[in-house]
């Protein structure tokens, strides 16, 4: 869900600011279209390969980490038990109650190595996905966002298809950033505006840039 959310945000906001940038130099649908469609998979692409490498490297890290306690419970274990027991009595145990505990987590090892893991280094287990998993799903994401400002490039006439894109990316962008803070805990309607708002801001920058470059003679079509 997270890799959907964010790639099917940032396609829109990356579309929409090429679509508003190159539509502000006053050029053909045709030339919007094929500059947003390059913009598109080009995004999608560098998006792709850096959550395959984020989520890669998270799995290192994690598996490093579970070798390295792996390792300590074997030849170490003494330090290890004491280790937990210390964790344990930080959570308010005592006495009998806090050595019943112990002797029950490191009695079998791999639940004491998840508790050392988790207790200890606070890793979450059941967050680190699949690299090429989460590369796919950052790719097709981020395609779909991205798909959604070209297509009245399609249908409309210049500054028509623009307003309708804005639109398009304006109302899809707020329930995206709804949805974002749902999964943060934080204000739907603020999470909203904010997204809805700095997509907007790109399209509006991408306009200006491209309409002053066009009005100076920088570019010509």
Known sequence: MRDFVFGFGDGINTSLGIAAGVGG?????????????????????????QNYLAVKTQRQLLTSEIAREKWEIENRPDD????????????GFSGKDLEMVVDKITSDKKVWLETMLTEELNLNLEIVGSPIKSALRMFVS?????????????????????????????STSFGVGVIKSK?????????????AGLGTGVALIGYGIGSELSNLGIINF
Do not use: Q
């Open 142 to 170: 981020f395609l779909v966002g991205g798909l959604l400002p070209i297509l009245p490039f399609f249908v409309f006439p210049g500054i028509e298809a623009l307003f309708v894109a804005i639109g398009i990316s304006v």
């Open 80 to 91: 290890e038990r004491k280790e937990i027991r210390e964790i344990y009595e930080a959570k």
């Open 25 to 49: 130099a006053d050029v053909s649908a045709n030339i919007i279209i094929l500059a947003a469609l390059v913009g598109m998979f080009t995004g999608a692409k560098a998006m792709a390969v």
């Open 183 to 195: 999964m943060a805990n934080t204000n739907k309607w603020t999470g909203g505006l904010e997204m």
